[in-house]
């Protein structure tokens, strides 16, 4: 079993920078997948970034966002610059495991509100 434990949202004037992070705990041996989705009020959930093989980014936070790893902490993070009102949603940490028993899981964080208001 894995845990996910979100923390760093809030609320943020248009233009500031919010830092996420996501701490996993549990039997993990490695991660296959680490990512960030949102989902705004009466949207679809929708990836924001991920690590994997390779690092991928949706457009609309492309050059404003960044995604990385503490593997020494089983933490991901999302650094969110220049955060737009548009950006307000409810953000979901994703990670795809591969636990110490050789079981594949798919764990999904309590997700955390942002909000960028004036």
């Known amino acids: 079993q894995v845990q996910l434990v979100e923390s760093g949202g809030g609320l943020v004037q248009p233009g500031g920078s919010l830092r996420l992070s996501c701490a996993a705990s549990?039997?993990?041996?490695?991660?296959?997948?680490m990512a960030w989705y949102r989902q705004a009020p009466g949207k679809q959930r929708e990836l924001v970034a991920r690590?994997?093989?390779?690092?991928i980014y949706a457009d609309s936070v492309k050059g404003r966002f960044t995604i990385s790893r503490d593997n020494a902490k089983n933490t991901v993070y999302l650094q969110m610059n220049s955060l737009k009102p548009e950006d307000t949603a409810v953000y979901y940490c994703?990670?795809?495991?591969?636990?110490?028993?050789?079981?594949?899981?798919?764990?999904w964080g309590q997700g955390t509100q942002v909000t960028v208001s004036s």
């Open positions: 994703n990670v795809v495991v591969e636990t110490t028993t050789n079981v594949v899981g798919d764990y």
């Open positions: 690590i994997s093989a390779s690092t």
């Open positions: 549990g039997s993990i041996w490695r991660f296959n997948v």
